[in-house]
């Protein structure tokens, strides 16, 4: 019996034994197969991982591109500036080393708040930003004093700069951190935190300005502290660029806009086509809104009614006035309505239809030819020839002469005007044109829209004998324009009634003569508003005071010198009354300062 019982448990003893041993022979299977896995199977996989959590890749952000006016003058610059950090691993206390800061620089309590939040949040051995673009002297204390400002760290950086303040703001705009949209671009996907060209130039330059981002790569450990650097490439600057603006007659335009409440004066040099000045005011200070905090700035900007943001070169638009008269007496000794010996007697007014449509002239100008009709500006002559003319000759003429497009100049969101017809009426209105409406047209009111830009280049045009001046900012971008021969002998005719505006007694610019050179031009004036009968039959409704927002535009073009045109330009003045009063006596002082410089 002892014997049975002893063998059942060596039975029982040995079914114990191989069932532990198929539990050990499964589990060392199972490990075997999962090492088998790593190592073997899955091997590329886990070194590709086991790098990427070993390996990190820094983006090395390149400076930014500067910009230059066309005698190489710096209008756009990056100055090194320095940053504060604050690193939590290398302070005894957070708050001890922000009051021993405080000792040299301001630390409000929300700035203190903030700092202590974020260093709660982050891995202990990152750096939080505490300033910006600290002052020389800060730095100065900050560096002398650094033994005692534990964890404190000075990083370099570069702030975009522009010199020149308002003087260009509507032409290089300003840079800042890119959107949502903006971060698909091509030259900045790889590079989300890079400030990049929001408005003006600075925009459509970015894929120049930018550069090349560099990289280093760092083997980092599993907590994401560098270890050590393994390589590194550095970045590539920016590209430089050129302007065809110069700076004197920059400035010297936005001094001469500052004494009126808003304006734009344009420059082109018609022989290259080169824009020598593309001035707009109010203005506004890039480097402000570059420079945080801004919000106040920028709400001033916003909150003022004259936009600031406006670029009225290109943005504005505007009736023409008598400036669009030229392009009407060009249309209409083409289509041979009239030639240089037909008249048309001004009383001051005409009926058409059941209205009166009056010259700014009260009591007329009595017999007047194109010439004389162009001299002195007269509204009765404009219209009588319009009535055989047509709107669609009209406006056929006005495109030939460069109104209704935009420009390849660089510069983004150009309004491109209206130059109306009988197709756009009915397409934009849904209904048929008048007769009436093209009287209105005629003397460059009504439907016609055009920005100051544009009035530049028709006026190069007109002065280079009907060459397709194509207008450019970049210097040395020298092309070979074509001649339209088509308006050929009627441009002849023009240029000598736009010399008696300026040179001749009567002439609407005659008090904005030069003696030592001559230039040619015309004045406009845009009215604003609706003058009613009562106020025309008065003797002194010109005279009187208005309101500023009740006065007219004033206009002018002109080019010089006449006999060799180089230089043309374009000055409108919001509510500055006439063209002959206010837009042509700053013509005249931009066109002189422009002989003095020699340019």
């Not at 936009?307 to 009736?319: A, D, F, K, V």
């Amino acid at each position: 019996m002892f014997y049975s019982d002893q063998k059942k448990q060596v039975s029982l003893y040995n079914r114990r034994t191989f069932i532990l041993f198929l539990l050990k022979l499964s589990l060392f299977s199972a490990v075997g197969w999962r090492l088998y896995n790593i190592q073997i199977l899955d091997s590329s996989k886990y070194k590709t991982m086991s790098k990427k959590n070993q390996i990190d890749l820094e983006i090395i952000f390149p400076i930014r591109g500067k910009i230059f006016d066309r005698n190489k003058v710096l209008i756009a610059k990056n100055e090194k500036v320095y940053d504060v950090y604050i690193i939590p691993e290398n302070t005894k206390s957070i708050n001890n080393t922000l009051n021993a800061l405080s000792k040299f620089i301001d630390i409000d309590f929300i700035k203190r708040r903030k700092v202590i939040e974020l260093s709660k949040q982050v891995k202990k051995f990152e750096k939080i930003k505490i300033f910006e673009n600290i002052s020389w002297s800060t730095l100065e204390k900050i560096e002398t004093n650094k033994y005692n400002l534990q964890g404190v760290f000075i990083a370099e950086d570069y702030l975009r700069i522009y010199p020149y303040k308002d003087n260009f703001s509507h032409l290089l705009g300003y840079i800042s951190k890119p959107n949502q949209q903006e971060l698909a671009l091509p030259f900045i996907s790889k590079m989300p935190n890079l400030d990049i060209g929001k408005q003006g130039l600075e925009k459509s330059f970015n894929p120049l300005l930018v550069g090349k981002a560099g990289q280093r790569e760092i083997e980092v450990n599993s907590n994401g502290r560098i270890i050590r650097e393994i390589s590194k490439v550095d970045s590539i600057k920016g590209e430089e660029v050129s302007l065809s603006i110069d700076l004197r007659i920059q400035q010297y335009a936005i001094n001469l806009l500052k004494s009126h409440k808003a304006g734009s004066i344009n420059v082109i040099n018609i022989k290259t086509g080169e824009i020598l000045c593309m001035a707009s005011t109010p203005t506004y200070d890039p480097n402000k809104i570059i420079q945080k905090p801004n919000t106040e700035y920028w709400e001033s900007i916003l909150a003022n009614t004259l936009s600031p943001l406006t670029n009225r070169s290109i943005q504005g638009l505007y009736s023409p006035g008598s400036t669009f008269k030229m392009i009407v007496a060009i249309a209409a000794l083409k289509h041979g309505v009239i030639n240089t010996d037909t008249t048309h007697s001004c009383t001051g007014k005409i009926g058409f239809g059941n209205r009166l449509y009056h010259c700014w002239k009260t009591n007329g100008h009595g017999k007047m030819n194109v010439t004389d009709a162009i001299k002195q500006s007269c509204d009765v002559f404009f219209y009588e020839i319009s009535k055989k003319l047509g709107i669609d000759k009209i406006a056929e003429v006005a495109k030939d002469f460069g109104l209704g497009k935009s420009y390849d100049i660089s510069m983004p969101n150009q309004n491109t005007g209206i130059v109306p017809n009988k197709k756009w009426k009915k397409e934009k209105k849904g209904e048929s044109w008048y007769a009436g409406e093209t009287l209105i047209c005629a003397i460059g009111q009504g439907f016609v829209l055009t920005n100051p830009f544009q009035l530049a280049v028709m006026t190069s045009i007109i002065a280079s004998n009907g060459k397709m001046i194509e207008p450019t900012i970049i210097k040395g971008n020298r092309v070979s324009f074509k001649t339209n021969d088509k308006y050929s002998k009627e441009i002849k005719i023009i240029k000598k009634a736009m010399f008696k505006v300026v040179n001749e007694n009567k002439g609407t610019a005659f008090k904005s003569r030069l003696q030592d050179i001559k230039f040619a031009g015309k004045t406009g004036t845009s009215q604003v508003r609706r003058i009613s009968l009562s106020e025309r039959e008065s003797d002194d409704f010109r005279e009187k005071e208005q309101e500023w927002k009740n006065r007219d535009h004033a206009l002018f073009v002109g080019y010089i010198p006449y006999d060799d045109p180089k230089y043309s330009i374009s000055v409108i003045i919001e509510h500055g009354g006439s063209g002959a009063s206010t837009a042509a006596p700053i013509a005249k002082q931009i066109f002189n300062y422009i002989n003095e410089l020699e340019v």
